[in-house]
């Protein structure tokens, strides 16, 4: 079964520290991998990667895609109060023809001041 | 502006009730979802529609109908409300090299 896994699941952080995220995956011929950050409404979309390899760059957030290792990271750099969120992964849609993206739980961002 | 748009924000029901929402996305996009999201913010794919065609249908209770009068609108009917379906539920849109864009939710209270 298709599974998208995320982790760690929370984490706290102090305003100016680097975080990782990570997001592995179990799904086969997908087109492309998706971050996303939400608020308290809906996801707003930071990244989109479909190459393995390719490092996508907009600001202080980072991430790459390793479809050898079924992989992605996604790096915050000086991390500031208004980065708490939750980032979310999404893989898909299948090149076989189900379209659909499959997200992880999520891991909850709190920076603290 | 160009954007997927959902109808009502908030719905407060009661069990048993029936209630709709409805989906509109402009960005030209020949893909259409639901997902829900439940307290822990776990986003789940319920329908996929792919050019008003029912493409995705997961495991969902037959009280919940999509329908798709064209490939730019996407309406979600449910019958008979329950407790457990009260959860935030996202319309969203993708196209062939495009992310998905979501709309802003509609939040559904179930008492």
């Known amino acids: 079964e298709d599974k998208v896994v995320q982790s760690p699941l929370s984490l706290v952080v102090h305003e100016g520290d680097t975080v990782t995220l990570n997001c592995s995956y179990e799904?086969?011929?997908?087109?492309?991998l998706l971050w996303y950050k939400q608020e308290k409404k809906a996801p707003t979309f930071l990244f989109m990667l479909?190459?393995?390899?390719i490092e996508k760059k907009s600001g202080r957030l980072s991430s790459i895609l390793d479809k050898k290792e079924l992989f992605s990271i996604l790096n915050i750099t000086a991390t500031q109060t208004g980065d708490s969120a939750v980032y979310l992964c999404a893989v898909g849609p299948s090149t076989s023809g189900t379209y659909k993206y499959i997200f992880g739980t999520g891991t909850r961002l709190k920076v603290l001041a | 502006d160009t954007a997927v748009s959902q109808t009502p924000k908030y719905l407060v029901t009661q069990m048993g009730n029936d209630k709709s929402i409805k989906c509109e996305q402009n960005?030209?996009?020949?893909?259409m979802y639901w997902y829900k999201q439940d307290s822990k913010k776990f986003l789940k794919i319920m329908f996929s529609?792919?050019?008003?065609?029912?493409?995705i249908n997961e495991t969902v209770p037959n009280r919940f109908s999509p329908k798709s009068p064209d490939k730019a609108h996407l309406n979600l009917h449910i019958n008979s409300l329950e407790l457990g379906d009260s959860a935030v539920y996202f319309c969203?849109?993708?196209?062939?090299?495009?992310?998905?864009?979501f709309g802003n939710g509609t939040r559904l209270t179930v008492t």
């Open positions: 969203a849109s993708s196209g062939y090299n495009s992310p998905l864009h």
């Open positions: 960005l030209g996009h020949d893909t």
């Open positions: 529609y792919n050019n008003k065609e029912l493409i």
């Open positions: 799904v086969t011929n997908f087109r492309s």
């Open positions: 479909t190459s393995s390899g």
